[in-house]
């Protein structure tokens, strides 16, 4: 099938990859210039695990491409996804629709031939049928349908999540959609679950799912709160809960916060989009004010780790909202290391991909290391605020050569706290009695 893809991000690029991988024709299209000169000159622009192979094989391969121009992406394709970002709005912390708004105008008047346009990208419930009177609007001549088929990807694991999706669904209130996109999702005949269900239904899908997994979050960090008091170790009440089939093992990580692209974002707009509709969703915004909470408290405890909250070197591990990914969105990193300037302007950042974005958001001055032991050299506290494995693997006895007082903060758990002692460190961990 041809396939054009607007929107050239994190969600764009690798479901381009992956169509591509499956035999279609893809053209991804972005406003962004600098973006489509790197991939048409065969750079990436964002680091995902195994997303460089493909890249070059399927543009290799004449089935991907990248352009800045709609006309000749949307003209003849079976299928055009949007997948534009949904920032949150600033004052109401609504999804700002202006992206998607202005796509569907800008594609609109290119569509020929019956097309499947379909919302990738995350928005609220009643977009479909904004989409679809735009392009009514600016071409009422076209024959097309609008379809809610959200993305479920993790960043760090796009590629993997592209061929292994848990389930595929697709909001389409027509048959005809319907079947282009089960011809378009073959291949994961018998390997996946397919839902077809309303368009609005769709839509509130990928909210209730992002909410519910930023709740988990907030709950196991809860757990951690009250293990800290009682002296049980939120690691084995992790695994025990965990266990229970019905809970499940996944986001049971304790940790500084929930953050990325996503969570923050997302809770925020289904709390907004509850208000508007009138009901309460007392749940989602007592997690959102608590992740906040959250990452001041962690601040905190970095500092009050020094003799002096106002002078003691912090070098700080991570930067990136989770490991794998060199996105800075909404990193509890970047609140973290804010509010520690805030009182203390000697802090010395590392993280393996992500120093890149965190440049352009961490305006403030911070020391950018080459390394994790350059990071750490004269600190008084080191704090561990992303899982990258590179921590898992630090030869502790090196680091504790470099630091001037021997204390780690480990915000995600990561390290094994005997072996942290064993080689003289003060260990702080989350969740468990220190
Ligand atoms: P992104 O900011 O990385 O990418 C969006 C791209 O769209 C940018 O390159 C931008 O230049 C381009 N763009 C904006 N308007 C355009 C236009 N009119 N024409 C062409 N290009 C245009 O965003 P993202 O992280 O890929 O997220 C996209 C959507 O997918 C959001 O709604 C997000 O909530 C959702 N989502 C993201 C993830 C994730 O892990 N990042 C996962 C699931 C869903």
Not at 8 to 37: F, H, S
Not at 75 to 95: W, Y
Not at 205 to 213: R, V
Not at 231 to 240: S, Y
Request: proline residues 3%; charged residues 30%; glycine residues 8%.
């Amino acid at each position: 099938m041809k396939i054009a893809i607007i929107g050239t991000g994190y969600v764009g690029l690798p479901t381009g990859v992956g169509l591509a991988e499956l035999g279609n024709e893809v053209v991804c299209v972005d406003k962004a210039e600098a973006k489509i000169e790197a991939l048409n000159a065969g750079k990436l622009t964002l680091y995902e695990d195994g997303l460089e192979d493909l890249f070059k094989k399927n543009v290799a391969s004449g089935r991907l491409g990248f352009t800045l121009d709609m006309k000749s992406a949307v003209r003849g394709a079976d299928v055009v996804m949007i997948a534009v970002g949904t920032p949150p709005h600033p004052f109401t912390k609504e999804a700002d629709m202006k992206y998607i708004h202005a796509a569907a105008y800008e594609l609109a008047e290119y569509l020929d031939g019956y097309t499947v346009v379909a919302t990738k990208s995350t928005v609220p419930v009643g977009t479909g049928d904004e989409v679809e009177a735009i392009i009514r609007k600016v071409n009422p001549e076209a024959e097309f349908d609008v379809i809610s088929l959200p993305e479920f990807l993790r960043e760090g694991f796009a590629i993997h999540d592209f061929f292994n999706p848990d389930r595929i669904v697709i909001g389409a209130n027509s048959e005809r959609a319907r079947r282009v996109m089960l011809e378009l999702y073959k291949p994961f005949d018998g390997k996946t679950e397919f839902l077809l269900v309303n368009r609005k239904s769709s839509e509130t899908i990928k909210y209730a799912s992002n909410a519910f997994l930023a709740m988990k979050i907030h709950y196991i960090n809860e757990m951690a709160d009250f293990c800290e008091k009682t002296g049980a170790d939120v690691r084995e009440v992790a695994r025990g809960l965990g266990l229970d089939s019905r809970i499940g093992k996944k986001f049971l990580n304790p940790g500084p916060g929930y953050g990325g692209s996503c969570f923050p974002k997302d809770t925020n707009a289904m709390a907004q989009m509850g208000k508007k509709y009138g009901v309460h969703l007392n749940l989602i915004e007592t997690t959102i004010a608590k992740n906040d909470e959250r990452k001041a408290m962690m601040a905190k405890r970095i500092l009050d780790r020094l003799e002096n909250r106002s002078e003691g070197r912090v070098a700080v591990l991570g930067l990136a909202f989770k490991g794998g990914t060199d996105d800075c969105r909404e990193s509890p990193a970047m609140d973290i290391v804010k509010d520690i300037l805030h009182e203390n302007r000697n802090v010395c950042v590392y993280d393996p991909k992500a120093m890149g974005n965190a440049k352009g958001i961490l305006t403030e001055k911070v020391t950018y290391a080459e390394d994790a032991y350059q990071a750490c050299e004269g600190a008084e506290v080191v704090a561990i605020l992303t899982e990258w494995d590179e921590f898992r693997k630090l030869d502790l006895s090196k680091l504790k050569a470099k630091v001037k007082a021997p204390k780690i903060v480990d915000l995600r758990n990561i390290l094994d706290a005997e072996e942290a002692r064993k080689n003289g460190f003060d260990y702080y961990c989350i969740g468990q009695a220190c």
